[in-house]
């Protein structure tokens, strides 16, 4: 396995659209989403240690989340976990992380991925990010996994690449924001969008070059604590410095202004499991083309509907369609799955009458 080899496992995000599975104190990364018997951010790990060493593997999250993650991932030791004293989107965690790896091995390439995605071919995957960081070992270039889109999505943003390239990594023309239907339906007509999946490559070296020429407030803050990083003094210089930094996404402090980013189509299924919808789409069906994960389900004109409860719960059914029925301790969801996106609505109604017990 390639000690150069780095990855950075993004583990700090809530995912309230899960809700009420996915909680602030226990959010879906750490659940079995799939009744697989593994938990997402587990089988992301598993997937990535395929070809990165276990010791190379950082897990970014919130300091809240720090004993979730030991207990989940007994191969990771305590100096593995970053912790982010305060939330500030995507780029400083990253430039933070980056800054740790350089201190460790200037040689370093890394991928950067989130830990609640679901990727079948394992081994496509692998291959993939390999090819990616064969070009960044060789040249100052970020690279990005795109997916080519089934249907007009409007619900990732998009990544248009240069038409005239008949190589796998194709030259990135620019980041697109999420787009309207009508404009989602042009971007697939055209042939050379790819939905971003927030999956990216890059040397330490490039990266954290990137940040001095785009960012260069973020990037003297955070090398300011360089003498600090991977010592017993680095998490008071984050405590008191990580706040300080701008709240400002990866793509638009970096992607949106670098002129060297690559795009790998991806060569495996992929589904970044952001909806209780989403998750329907993967499961397995019954006869009723219900999804079911853990009850025990007697259905009687119910169909299309995605159903999970406590394991080995019996759910009677009658009359739903297309519907999202979660069982869960205190709280019971019953929703239409076309609404599902108002589900972030109804938790934020939930806090208000009822207190933070069940977010």
């Known amino acids: 396995m390639n000690k150069n080899y780095y990855a950075v496992l993004m583990a700090g995000g809530v995912g309230s659209r899960f809700w009420p599975i996915s909680t602030t104190e226990n959010p879906k990364q750490f659940h079995d989403m799939l009744g697989a018997g593994q938990s997402l951010i587990q089988k992301t790990f598993q997937r990535l240690n395929k070809f990165v060493p276990t010791e190379n593997i950082l897990i970014l999250t919130n300091e809240r989340y720090n004993d979730l993650v030991l207990e989940q991932l007994p191969l990771v030791k305590q100096e593995q976990v970053v912790l982010e004293p305060a939330m500030r989107n995507t780029a400083p965690c990253i430039l933070y992380a980056a800054l740790k790896i350089q201190k460790m091995n200037p040689n370093g390439v890394m991928i950067v991925a989130p830990s609640d995605h679901w990727i079948e071919d394992e081994n496509a995957f692998a291959s993939d990010v390999i090819e990616c960081f064969d070009k960044c070992e060789k040249e100052e270039v970020l690279c990005t996994l795109g997916i080519v889109p089934t249907f007009p999505n409007t619900g990732f ?3 248009e690449f240069e038409k005239d390239n008949d190589s796998t990594l194709k030259k990135v023309n620019q980041f697109r924001e999420k787009p309207d239907y009508e404009t989602a339906k042009e971007f697939v007509a055209q042939g050379n969008f790819l939905w971003n999946a927030g999956i990216f490559m890059w040397s330490v070296n490039t990266i954290v070059n990137a940040f001095k020429n785009y960012q260069p407030s973020q990037y003297e803050l955070f090398c300011s604590g360089m003498d600090d990083y991977n010592t017993s003094s680095e998490s008071k210089f984050i405590k008191e410095n990580y706040p300080k930094a701008e709240n400002i996404s990866i793509d638009y402090a970096i992607l949106e202004q670098s002129k060297s980013i690559y795009v790998r189509p991806a ?9 209780w919808g989403s998750l329907y789409d993967k499961l397995e069906k019954d006869s ?8 025990k389900v007697l259905s009687q004109d119910a169909h299309g509907n995605m159903i999970r409860s406590p394991k080995g719960k019996i759910v009677v059914v009658d009359g739903l369609e297309d519907y999202i029925i979660v069982d869960k301790e205190e709280v019971l969801l019953i ?12 938790l934020a109604k939930v806090k208000d009458k009822y207190g933070d017990k069940y977010a």
């Open 157 to 159: 943003g998009y990544i």
């Open 267 to 275: 060569t495996f299924d992929w589904n970044d499991l952001g909806t």
């Open 335 to 346: 929703y239409p799955k076309s609404k599902e996106q108002d589900i972030k609505q109804v």
């Open 288 to 295: 009723d083309n219900n999804a079911v994960v853990n009850s």
